[in-house]
């Protein structure tokens, strides 16, 4: 009873959203003059900051969702991210082209629906009956809800099939891969601001210093144990924390891409991070196995499992309590 009230909640919440959405954004004058015919009824994946859209894996989700739905109703497909960078910087079409033009996207309030399904299962989205232009804010991967054809194909193939990366991202990405001169395994550590160097919504930071060594050396000890199993191997480690990173550098067989990122909703992302996310991603895609490192209250992050997938390896979780 519960978790269905709290389903009607959400969902009630998101409608009201959509309401104050219409009523400041769009256009109750504006009409299809301006709009290609074409790209009148498309579904376009809004990222531009007028909600909030999650980390870049959860826009990533949303995105590859609202595709699914697209090809199954035959509606066009377009994607436009300018929030806070413009994502044809990193990522450009691969085999569809998603991309639309500011003028192909009517501000009529009787042209266009806009859709909020953040934290929903996608249900709205699939009973949606419209020839309306779509503005659609989404966070989930809807094929864990949605069963029906397109929302059963492999995640990554559609990923790939999607985007590539962008000219200025591959040159980075063979540069790294140049360096590190052979196959390698990957590590990801996620600690969001518990060493204090990750500027993320609320979370707090541990203020006790003795605290923080003892997870920095939880986390080394395993790497050390990854090691042990891939002798053989690199391993490339990626990490939201610069202050982790300088230490795993220490370690001789180990690879890390140094420099700090941002959350991309937060005010912090500038070129550098925002390529840092990017290179990471690919990075840990192209390793031959991908481990995600959970120690405590650091946060199990999707960033490495979507790499893993778009990458096709394995990824294996490790989650560990060391605090009493």
């Not at 009824?41 to 980390?55: C, K, P, T």
């Not at 989700?61 to 699914?68: A, D, E």
């Not at 000219?167 to 990957?186: F, M, R, S």
């Amino acid at each position: 009873m519960s978790f269905h009230y709290h389903k009607f909640c959400l969902s009630f919440r998101h409608r009201i959203k959509e309401l104050f959405y219409s009523i400041r954004y769009l256009s109750f004058f504006s009409g299809w003059d301006e709009v290609d015919k074409e790209e009148r009824n498309a579904g376009i994946a809004m990222i531009d900051g007028r909600f909030r859209h999650g980390g870049i894996c959860d826009r990533f989700k949303g995105m590859i969702s609202l595709y699914n739905y697209c090809r199954y109703v035959g509606k066009p497909f377009r994607i436009r991210y300018y929030f806070p960078f413009e994502l044809t910087d990193y990522l450009v079409p691969n085999k569809y082209d998603w991309r639309i033009s500011d003028k192909n996207i009517s501000n009529s309030i009787w042209h266009v629906r806009p859709l909020c399904t953040r934290k929903e299962n996608g249900k709205r989205l699939l009973k949606l009956k419209t020839n309306k232009q779509i503005r659609f804010y989404g966070n989930r991967d809807l094929s864990e809800f949605l069963q029906y054809p397109p929302f059963n194909d492999d995640w990554g193939d559609i990923f790939n099939y999607l985007f590539k990366p962008s000219p200025l991202v591959q040159g980075q990405l063979d540069y790294h891969k140049e360096a590190i001169n052979g196959e390698y395994v990957a590590a990801a550590f996620r600690f969001q601001n518990l060493l204090g160097d990750f500027e993320e919504y609320h979370c707090a930071s541990i203020t006790n210093s003795d605290e923080k060594e003892q997870l920095i050396s939880a986390n080394i000890e395993e790497l050390k144990k990854i090691h042990e199993d891939n002798p053989d191997k690199i391993i490339l480690v990626t990490a939201d924390s610069s202050t982790f990173l300088e230490r795993a550098s220490e370690l001789e067989y180990v690879y890390a891409i140094k420099g700090k990122q941002a959350h991309v909703d937060t005010k912090n992302v500038n070129q550098s991070n925002a390529m840092k996310s990017f290179i990471d991603f690919y990075m840990l895609a192209g390793a031959k196995k991908v481990y995600g490192i959970v120690i405590d209250d650091m946060y199990p992050s999707d960033f490495p499992v979507c790499a893993a997938k778009i990458g096709h390896v394995p990824f294996i979780r490790i989650a560990k309590r060391h605090k009493l």
